[in-house]
């Protein structure tokens, strides 16, 4: 028997209107209603039959985790199928056994979980809700130039689950890989002249940059080249009851917290760079209302699709579900910094992630 360490929403009937007050004013009154109306039917199917989620993942930080840790996608998915009114447990455990626990059915699913054609006979999967890129991190003065993994030939490199980034990595010849418990365990072999390298996620390097800069200029050189990366989903058994509503309903809220701010939030970013309404073009999605006297000096670009010289002033923003057409089209009302002094790059309050030099 398994044993769990629980984290628990619980279940609140369904309704759509509550989730985000977020309502594109773009969107043609057609799409609109015909969206409406499918996240409310899938929304019955899923109210019809009320059920407890049984998610698994392991120990990731700062993606997953046990509860009271940094486990950014796991509450992205607790929030999201919360506001659709579905209660979810998640267990954690090492990988293995995830994969063993949703293959014999103690299992629904998992809140992160890598897609591939194999997993697919059996899951269902999310559209990405978000995505790992792996970027290259030296010790101080390194050539972090490469452009691929196998550039990296010759060199010890720690990486954390190396398995999870696909190919890229597993296949990468003439690369010592070393395995890693944690980014901090990455970390202090970097440091100790254990590895050359290590690999971590670009959010994580972001965020280390913007929380703890002198600890990186002093000690580190970070590469955002991106050498590998796998988009991130929820999935759950084929067989689980209103499978296909459940995932819906997920789709939907999710796309509603990226406009509303709450995905920002739960991130610890500032800004983020997403396709909020689905018509292939991008939008400034800031925390809250208050953007700050000048546009952002970094976005978090949510898929990684919008090239680096698309400047963050001339890019559409959405505020309040109103969409803005450059920085010079934002009413002054809202060029306010989000806290005494701050910048606009990043939440106040507790960080996504800091690792001890």
Known sequence: MLTQQKTRRPARAFDPTRSSGFLPPWRGSLQVALAACFVATAAVAVATEPQELRLGSDEWPPFTASPGKQRAAIDLVHEALDRAGISATTSIFEWKQV?????????????????????????????????????????????VSATRI?????????????????????????????????????????????????????????????????DVAKNLEIGFIQLARRTLHFAIRRDVANAAEIIAAFNAQIRKMQGDGTYSKILQVGWI?????????????????????????????????????????????????????????????????????????????????????
């Open 99 to 143: 994969e063993a626990a949703i293959r014999s059915s103690e299992l629904d699913g998992s809140a992160a979980i890598w897609r591939t054609e194999q997993r697919e006979k059996d899951l269902l999967f999310s559209t990405p809700y978000l995505e790992n890129r792996l970027v290259l991190v030296g010790r101080k003065g390194s050539d």
């Open 273 to 357: 760079r997403v396709d909020v309404d689905g018509d292939g073009l991008f939008e400034l999605v800031p925390l809250g209302d208050r953007v700050g006297e000048r546009p952002p000096s970094w976005v978090y670009d949510v898929f990684g699709q919008m090239p680096e010289e698309s400047p963050p002033e001339k890019e559409r923003v959405v505020i309040q579900g109103n969409i803005y057409k450059g920085w010079d089209a934002i009413p002054d009302d809202y060029k306010q910094a989000p806290s005494p002094g701050g910048g606009t790059s990043y939440k106040y309050g507790t960080t996504l992630m800091t690792l001890k030099f």
């Open 150 to 214: 196998s550039d990296l030939a010759g060199n010890r490199v720690a990486a954390v689950g190396r398995y999870a980034y696909g190919t890229e990595v597993e296949k990468a010849e003439g690369v010592l890989f070393v395995n890693a418990r944690n980014d901090q365990d990455s970390l202090d072999k970097l440091l100790a002249g254990e590895v050359e390298y290590m690999l971590v996620d670009e959010l994580v390097a972001r965020t280390l940059m913007a929380h703890q800069p002198e």
